[in-house]
């Protein structure tokens, strides 16, 4: 009679956690510059919106001109609402935009005193700020981007395969994403396919463009690069489209934060710390 001696019967070992080195040094002291200068062009940029908080087509945009969306105080009886309008759509944002309390009084203002730098409405001291973090920005991004193409991150690291950007690849990255799948094992160890084409769209397609929109509605830079007004059909229209690509961005980081927690708060956080991500390996039998 056969005997069953030669089976191995231990169980299985369950999945085994490994670490591997996932951000560089380069990118992980861009990326928190980056946070830091990205909150502060935001905040200081509100600031600036504040003092005429509508926005216009073309080169030309006041009081009288008629604008595509619009933050403002408006007369109901009494009192006094806050209200947004986009194209014909009119929204009540009383306490949020236009009309937020500020020392415990509701106060005609575009956004809140809590979301602007400096919190009190000074368009000088708002510029200052603007102008130094967007310098910041730049020279950040300048290094990140060097590193990018000579040190081969862009290729290495965002640069999508073909097989990644077939309907059907990407089809199935929608649907785990939608249902919070997220990846494990080998699959960890790189960014998604959505995750490198959203990047890339941030990276070269919105920062570029509020870099140029940013640089054509300064005067100072009219007479060196006066066919920047002309490409993007006024600064009218520069300062709409840097007005969207801050807004898309700030959505980007809303997305990328609900993303970074719910895949592992602190997996990801150590990983832009010190370099270090853990992913879970199937392990074998003992």
Known sequence: ???????????????????????????????????????????????????????YWGQYGADADPSWLSIAAVQDGDSTRGVLRIGRLSIVTTGILGVSREGGELTERGFPTWATIP???????GRQWHLFFAWLFVINGSIYALYGFFGGHFRRDLAPSAEELSPGHLKQEIADHARLRFPKGEKARHYNALQKLTYLIVIFVLLPLMLATGLTMSPAMDAGFPFLLDFFGGRQSARSIHFICAWSIVLFVLVHVAMVILS???????????????????????
């Open 1 to 55: 009679m056969a005997t069953m001696d030669h089976l191995d019967t231990s169980p299985p070992t369950g999945p085994t956690r490994v670490f591997i080195r996932r951000h560089s040094l380069v990118t992980r002291i861009t990326h928190w510059l980056n946070v830091l200068c990205l909150s502060l062009l935001l905040m200081s940029g509100l600031q600036i919106f504040n003092a005429h908080p509508s926005l």
């Open 119 to 125: 919190s009190y409405q000074d368009l000088t001291t």
């Open 264 to 286: 592992g708060l602190w997996n990801n956080m150590r990983s832009m710390i010190t370099g270090r991500y853990g992913i879970e390996s199937e392990g074998g039998r003992k």
